[in-house]
């Protein structure tokens, strides 16, 4: 048993372990802790295959940035424990026979191709240099409407998340003089 | 060596209870988190297929190696602003109805 693989189950094991915990727990700080797990063990996943700069941007905008938006967002609205409703029909209807096919059909996947070639760990230059080249020089033009796209994020959620004008003020400026 | 199939189960995995957590879960937070752990997992087996293909075709011509990892950072833009933008609706929901219970926004139910 080599060290990656080990160090690839014991990562792949912080993954399983935080997205059960995730579904498990009924708090939704919990499970947004728990998601924080998940997404620093996904970080050392890409370590092993090579990708460090996308493990460290993981690590950065993911559990950083997106998560820590989460947490204010629960604080703020102070999200109590789920309440418990009765499940939907189509729910258990589609849900329970989806997940025995699918985990079927997982099984068999790694039955089959237990064999495929490997990847060895720090098999592809990942370094910030590559991707660099990569963004600004083969994918520049998708990297530029992305810009726009979080143009358009940053003002969407400002206009949605601002408050709604009651009163006007100066109306009540009026008043008081 | 791990074998690329392992990454893919995790990845299939992950995204498993994603679904899993945006069926079941009632709370619309917890319900956008599911949606980031599948996105997540969807970045697993990006990741996993670039070192794949890297090692088996290499520098093959009209192939952009190590392009699966530049996609993981256009997943993670997509993802930085749907979450700034469901958040933000999510707070004029709560703003508007008090609750954020899935169960009880159903306004635009006959």
Known sequence: ?177 | MVPISYYLVLSGFLFACGVAGFLIKRNIITIFMSIELMLNGVNLSFVAFAAHWHVIAGEAKGLVPLSGQVFVFFVMVVAAAEAAVGLAIIIAVYRNRETLNVDQLNLLKL
């Open chain 1, 1 to 177: 048993m080599s060290i990656h693989l080990i160090l690839f189950l014991a990562f792949g094991a912080v993954c399983v372990a935080g997205a059960i915990n995730l579904l498990a727990q009924t708090h939704p700080i919990n499970s947004a802790l728990s998601l924080i797990a998940v997404m620093a063990a996904l970080a050392g996943e890409y370590l092993l295959l090579g990708a460090e700069f996308v493990a460290a941007v993981q690590v950065i905008v993911y559990a950083g940035a997106i998560m820590v938006l989460f947490v204010f967002t629960i604080m703020l609205l102070n999200a109590g424990e789920e309440e418990r409703t009765k499940g939907s029909r189509v729910a258990t209807l589609f849900g329970v026979p989806g997940i025995l096919i699918a985990s079927v059909l997982v099984g068999w996947m790694v039955l089959r191709h237990s064999g495929t070639e490997a990847v060895a760990a720090g098999a592809l230059p990942g370094d910030p240099r590559t991707i660099g080249q990569l963004l600004f020089h083969d994918f520049l033009l998708p990297f530029e409407i992305t810009s726009v796209l979080i143009l358009i994020a940053i003002m969407g959620s400002v206009v949605l998340a601002s408050k709604p004008p009651t009163t006007p003020r100066s109306v009540s400026v009026r008043k008081v003089d």
